[in-house]
């Protein structure tokens, strides 16, 4: 968002309409903003209500410039009252009570919404990613999955498309268990995943196309076609290398930094990131993501030497909640290494620090996944 949208012209309109605030969530000076305001996936965007302090609107994931000035056009009509529907009346009230934790009640505001919309209603696809969302949170995969097989077809040519099709693809494949093929969610979910990730007509942001590839890379692997999701994996990594390629500034570039990790892990070949993100850690000195992903992808290969050289330089460098995670990492090195002690030092340590987090930050889901680590 930072590389490719915020930078947009189309934007410069909206400078002066807002108060912009850009939060660090990993620093522990931003932990109350996180108690008062509900962030469970990055990025996560808010419009905020001054006199009230209530979020107005609320957006997970990334934008493209289209998506975003249409949430910023349903905050700014949320703030002042004038010209909303019954819709979106209804999405404000679902806004407020998500944020107050209220998740069942804005579920059915966000359905009677979607439920009772007008043709001409422009807050329909914003309305069903929230939606979807929120079910996800929620763990209910068979309303993921239907909802994303309704929508799609609405939504098929339209920067929305991604978000649906794969996670409604994810969520399918939980539902059928064992026996996937015989789903008629995941073949119509699986066939909007294909879509997404092999036509470039479809308007989709590559992020979003990025991560299509991996659901459907994984789909295939739970379909028993090893040599498609290989296939699959093997062009996701080339579509993410071209991407890179083109763009024009280290920042752009190392955007795709993530992903491209995870194509190369997928395919088998993390000695395909090697390059590119030393290239990212040279560029960004002061970054702890280059060497905590070199430290992955050198494990991967083996390399529990180099990998634990790269670790050590991410942990000089990282901070906060994320510290745990490298952390982690170091004690999978050190195991693989056979140094049972240094890796359960590292658990401790991991464990004393996420005990140590301020409300806001304190994860009681880490804190029990590290204890059943070190158990």
């Given amino acids: 968002m930072k590389a490719f949208v915020f930078t947009d012209k189309a934007l410069e309109s909206e400078a002066g309409r807002f108060v912009w605030l850009e939060i660090n969530t990993e620093q522990a000076v931003n932990a109350a903003f996180r108690t008062q305001y509900k962030v469970e996936a990055l990025p996560t965007y808010f419009i905020i209500d001054p006199r009230t302090e209530e979020v107005i609107a609320r957006r997970v994931g990334g934008a493209t410039v289209a998506q975003l000035l249409g949430f910023l ?9 004038e010209g909303q529907s019954p819709e979106d009346l209804a999405v404000a009230r679902a806004e407020v009570l ?57 939504l098929r040519m339209t920067a929305a498309a991604a978000n649906l099709a794969a996670s409604g693809l994810s969520a399918a494949l939980r539902v059928a268990g064992d026996d996937p093929g015989s ?58 290398d071209d991407e890179a390629n083109a763009a024009r500034t280290p920042d752009e570039r190392t955007v795709f930094d993530s992903h491209r990790l ?23 000195p002061d970054d702890y993501n280059p060497p905590a992903r070199l430290a992955v992808a050198y494990k991967r290969m083996g390399d529990l030497d180099s ?27 050190l195991e693989a290494k056979g140094d049972t002690e240094g890796a359960r030092q590292a658990l401790e340590d991991a464990l004393a620090l996420a005990k140590g987090m301020p409300p806001g930050q304190r994860s009681e889901r880490t804190i029990t996944r590290l204890e059943r680590l070190l158990s």
């Fill in 73 to 81: 056009n349903t905050g700014a009509q949320a703030y002042s009252g």
């Fill in 98 to 154: 998500y944020a107050n934790g209220q998740a069942d009640e804005a579920i059915a505001e966000y359905r009677w919404a979607l439920e009772n919309a007008r043709p001409t209603w422009t807050g329909y696809a914003a309305t069903v990613e929230a939606l979807l969302f929120a079910l996800d949170v929620a763990g209910d995969s068979q309303a993921v999955a239907e909802l994303a097989r309704e929508a799609y077809p609405k």
């Fill in 183 to 240: 789903s008629e969610l995941v073949q119509v979910l699986f066939a909007a995943t294909k879509e997404v990730a092999h036509d470039p007509n479809v308007p989709v942001a590559a992020d979003d196309r990025s991560s299509a590839f991996g659901t459907l890379g994984d789909a295939y692997e739970a379909l028993g076609d090893t040599a498609m999701a290989q296939a699959t994996w093997e062009a996701w990594a080339a579509f993410l």
């Fill in 262 to 284: 995870s194509a190369y892990l997928a395919a088998g070949k993390p000695e395909g990131a090697i390059g590119f993100l030393k290239q990212s850690e040279q560029d960004f």
């Fill in 307 to 333: 990998a634990l050289a790269a670790n050590n330089r991410a942990l000089d460098r990282v901070y906060g909640p994320r510290k745990i995670r490298v952390l982690q990492n170091q004690a999978n090195i």
